[in-house]
């Protein structure tokens, strides 16, 4: 078997995403898409394309035909969370309120995996959600993308303790260690021998 993973780095050129502390979004979305995609090309039969390498400007519409050009089998797009409220924190991952149960089920187990892996870290379950639970009402690109497509908001960049976390080098390894797993359990792809 063999799947293609379209990661998807939140934000980009002009749009920075939320900020916090000395943390742009972008950049942290962009760094963690690179670690995910070291530690996936470390399994049998997964490939990964990237909506964005570079720090560029990319619409909703944009990333999600660039999932669907190249027949992606997964579009996973990465984001932190961010509030005006300095107490807000802890994770959450969306599908599109359209998604199909093949996508549902994908987001259980991934949002399951990547809870048991921050829990230990004091970083609290937001829940499995919809795009009409975020503060626009809807993700397009999860909307438009023609497979099962997972949005995960990766601790609150505008949080003290989360920051840090988002900061650390060996933080950002271990987390996507942790997502590519998750993805390569989820098809069933062992590690390269």
Not at 10 to 18: F, K
Not at 32 to 44: F, G, H, S, W
Not at 59 to 85: C, G, I, K, Y
């Amino acid at each position: 078997m063999s799947i293609l993973v379209c990661l998807d780095p939140g934000h980009g050129g002009m749009d920075q995403g939320a900020v916090g502390f000395v943390l742009r979004e972008k950049e942290v979305c962009l760094d963690l898409a690179y670690r995910i995609e070291r530690q996936l090309k470390k399994y049998e039969g997964i490939h990964v394309t990237m909506t964005r390498s570079i720090d560029i400007d990319t619409s909703p519409e944009e990333r999600s035909e660039w999932a669907n050009r190249r027949q992606a089998d997964l579009f996973l797009s990465l984001h932190t969370n961010a509030s005006s409220d300095p107490s807000a924190t802890g994770f959450a991952s969306y599908v599109s309120v359209i998604a199909g149960s093949k996508a549902r089920r994908i987001q259980c187990w991934l949002h399951n995996r990547i809870v048991s892996f921050l829990r230990p870290l004091g970083v609290a379950d937001l829940g499995k959600k919809n795009d009409t639970e975020t503060l626009d009402g809807q993700m397009i690109e999860l909307r438009q993308a023609q497979m099962p497509a997972i949005t995960l908001g990766s601790l609150f960049i505008t949080h003290a303790k989360d920051n840090v976390l988002l900061r650390d080098s060996f933080f950002r390894d271990e987390y996507a260690t942790c997502i590519a797993q998750g993805i390569a359990n989820i098809y069933r792809l062992p590690l390269k021998s």
